[in-house]
Structures are given as C-alpha cells and as structure tokens.
C-alpha cells in the first residue's frame, strides 16, 4: 500500500503494508511475464487492472491477526514464515530425487574411456556419500526448527524475534546445501546432464531458480550473525 504521499506504507515493524485485493476475473488483464530458465510451473505471471475500484470489504490484510478468520497454528504463522520453509522444502525435493537418480545412473553407466563402472569410481562414491549426509542433515534441520516452532506457537500463539530469526537461518541453509548437492551431482554425472531426456538439466536449472529467490539469499547469514551478536538487524522481513 501507499501513503497520500505516494511512499509505501510501513508497519511499526518497518515492513511494508500489504493488502489482499479481491476482484473478478474478468477486470483483470493476465501478462505472461514468467520467461525464465527454471520453476516454470510455477506459473507466476504478473497482472494488470485499470480504474478499479475494490470495496473495503473485498480487501484484507495478507498477515493481519484482526482479518483472520480461521484460528488453527497454521494460519498463525505469517506468510514469510510459510515461503521460507516452503521454498527449502521445494529446494530439498529438487536435490533428493537428482540424488536417486544419479545412484542409479552411477550404477548404470560407464564413462567413455574408461573400463570401469561410475559406481567403482571412489570419487563418485565419496560424492554420493557426502551428498547423502548433508541432505539429511539440511533436512533434519529444517524439520526439527519447524517442529519446535509448531509447539511454539501452540504455546504461545506468536513467535519471538529469535524464533522467526530459527526459520530464516533453517531455511536458507537447507536451500543452500541443496543447491550444493545439485551442483556436485551434475557435475558427476557429465554429459548424462545435459541433455533435456534426462532429469539433470531442467532439475540444475529448477534449482539455481530457488537460490535466486528472496528465501536463499546468502545476506541472511550476515542478519542472522548481526541478530546473534546482539546487534540491529537492518531487514523487516526477518520481524515478519
């Protein structure tokens, strides 16, 4: 939302105020804006509309307590909270099944060149072995912080700064030691990646996409090293 002075208006948290609009279809002009390498699923194109009017009633805020109408946990947990763990939990299904697919193409494939099978090579076992503890440990992770924080809120019915400070550092590591998983077995795997009748490369490409995204920047480590030194963080989204 915007202020009578034309500025983005901003919560006592700093964080901008954000209204949920409900309008017919039929006022609204779809723009395929989504033309990008990877996550093209996803569907997220951008929207037009043009001298419309929404009543008050058809407006609510997207985290609002007072506009809520249905009181479960998870309902109470804001949407950034929602994205950060949805984006590593979508980040760590990318890695998992690029990690199933190469033990089985390690145990199929010989190199050209070579004599011996991928899976003799002690490279690629060592690859799979570190690749397969630390995806279960960014997995881990990240479920035994959402856990914890379920119980929270079921306690408590809000979450303190340190706990929504648990998700961002949880998620954003989970996202990251995807990725690294990703990159390790497209390499491993060699040309078997790049070519578009194997799962590799749209996966490589799927992956790199999330990092992109808001919920995988590498800055959030430095917020989270600011908010455990007993400095200021500078970020809002780290208080929504």
Known sequence: MVGEDGNPRRGPNGAPVIRMMLMPRKDV??????????????????YAVTDLFVPERFSFGRDAAADRKEDGLLFKFS??????????????????????????????????????????????????????????AARTYL??????LWQAMAENGSLSLEQKTEIRLSSTWAIQQASEIAATIYHMVGSTAVFESNPFERRFRDMHTVTQQLQGRQSHYEIVGQALLGLETDAALFTT
């Open 29 to 46: 002009q779809l723009e395929n804006a989504w033309n990008v390498m990877g996550l093209k699923g996803t569907g997220s194109d951008s």
């Open 143 to 148: 479920h035994m912080t959402a856990q914890t």
């Open 79 to 136: 949407t950034s909270n929602v994205y950060s763990f949805g984006f590593a939990a979508v980040a760590l299904g990318i890695a998992r099944r690029m990690l199933d697919d190469a033990t089985k193409v390690a145990g199929e494939k010989t190199a050209y060149g070579t004599k011996r099978a991928m899976r003799e090579n002690n490279v690629v076992q060592a690859n799979i072995g570190r690749s397969e503890a630390a995806w279960r």
